[in-house]
Structure formats: C-alpha cells, structure tokens
T-cell receptor, first 113, second 115 residues
C-alpha cells in the first residue's frame, strides 16, 4: 500500500536556525504533494503544494519545498525559523486520479526564542 | 464565507452511546472527507464523499457511518461508541479535481472522548 513517511517526529530549534523536514512517499507514478501546518489548537492549513512544473515550490510564511522525483521526496525547508512556527507539520500525497490524500504521521516543531 | 464548520466542538460520550457529528461547507465543494487524528498516527481517513448522495470507505471505516444528503453537509455517525474512538475528528472539503490540485480545506475539529 502507498505510504508517506516523515522520519522527524519531533524537532527542537532555536529562533533563526534553518529547518528541513523530511517527507518520503512510496509510489512510482504521478503524484500531487502537499505540506499542511497545524498550529496549537487550530485546524490544518495548507502551507504549499506541488502540482506540476517547477519542482521548487514556495509557500506561505517563507516556507519552500523541493520535489525530487528520483528520491520520492518532498522536503520542507525554511532558512530562518521563528517562534511562531511552532506547530505540527504534515506531509500529504495524492496519487494522481484518486480522490484521497495520504498523510504522514506529522512532525512536531518547537522553536525556542 | 465560513469555510468548513463542525459541530459540536467537544463531546463526552459513554461507551455504547451514539452521536452524530455535523460538517458543513459553504464553498460549493464536491468532495468531503472525515478524518480522525490520533497522537503519533497523523490523520487517517474514515469515510469520504465525491458528491451528493455518494459515500465511500476510507482507511479506518469500522464503527462509523456517514451520509451526504445535501451537497453542503457531511454527517459522521457513531452508532455505539467505544473508548477506541476517542480522538479528534476533522472534516475537510475540496473542489472537484482540476487546477486546484485537489487541495483540501479543513474544519476546526471535534474533540470526542468516550469513557
């Protein structure tokens, strides 16, 4: 069965540190890729998505992600995190021509001032 | 434009009781979804609907039923609640596949505790 792996379960950083969260999926065909963020006590919001075209995708709040097809990866990056980035981050994959998203287990990010 | 709303926000049930969670969206989306979120397990799809009058099973459908009688509403029912159904339930909707890339819009969640 298709799956999405987020190997970093809990990441702790100081403000201004750089961030990279890993996301790998297991499917060899065409995919759409998403990163969602869930701030404490809130619902999931879309950070960015890859649909087609340029594999480097820029999202809100200075986040970006790079789709590397050969590595089945869609890692999330931010050059300098802020305390307000403290949240849980979910990677999700949609197999082309299906109706469902497959979510990873999430990465909890804590940023300390 | 409220987006996706869920009622109730919190609920405590005793084992064996039943309840219905309501999801409503005002974006005229075709697709609607019910997920449960548990620590360390991410979001798991319970049931979903690709249009009014249609439903389909997701990854963890057992113990739940759904109905989509109106396009804007998607109901999740628990006929006989069990402690294993203690979770946070999220509803989501998305437009029919197209340039939108199937982005899903989420509701605020319902925290359910079954004792």
């Amino acid at each position: 069965a298709q799956s999405v792996s987020q190997h970093n379960h809990h990441v702790i950083l100081s403000e201004a540190a750089s961030l990279e969260l890993g996301c790998n999926y297991s499917y060899g065909g065409t995919v759409n890729l998403f990163w969602y963020v869930q701030y404490p006590g809130q619902h999931l919001q879309l950070l960015l998505k890859y649909f087609s075209g340029d594999p480097l995708v820029k999202g809100i709040k200075g986040f970006e992600a790079e789709f590397i097809k050969s590595k089945f990866s869609f890692n999330l990056r931010k050059p300098s995190v802020q305390w307000s980035d403290t949240a849980e981050y979910f990677c999700a994959v949609r197999i082309y021509n299906t109706d469902k998203l497959i979510f990873g287990t999430g990465t909890r990010l804590q940023v300390f001032p | 434009n409220a987006g996706v709303t869920q009622t109730p926000k919190f609920r405590v049930l005793k084992t064996g009781q039943s309840m219905t969670l309501l999801c409503a969206q005002d974006m005229n989306h075709e697709y609607m979804y019910w997920y449960r979120q548990d620590p360390g397990m991410g979001l798991r799809l319970i049931h979903y609907s690709v249009g009014e009058g249609t439903t389909a099973k997701g990854e963890v459908p057992d113990g739940y039923n759904v109905s989509r009688l109106k396009k804007q509403n998607f109901l999740l029912g628990l006929e006989s609640a069990a402690p294993s159904q203690t979770s946070v339930y999220f509803c989501a909707s998305s437009p029919q596949d197209g340039l939108a890339g199937h982005e899903q819009y989420f509701g605020p969640g319902t925290r359910l505790t079954v004792t």
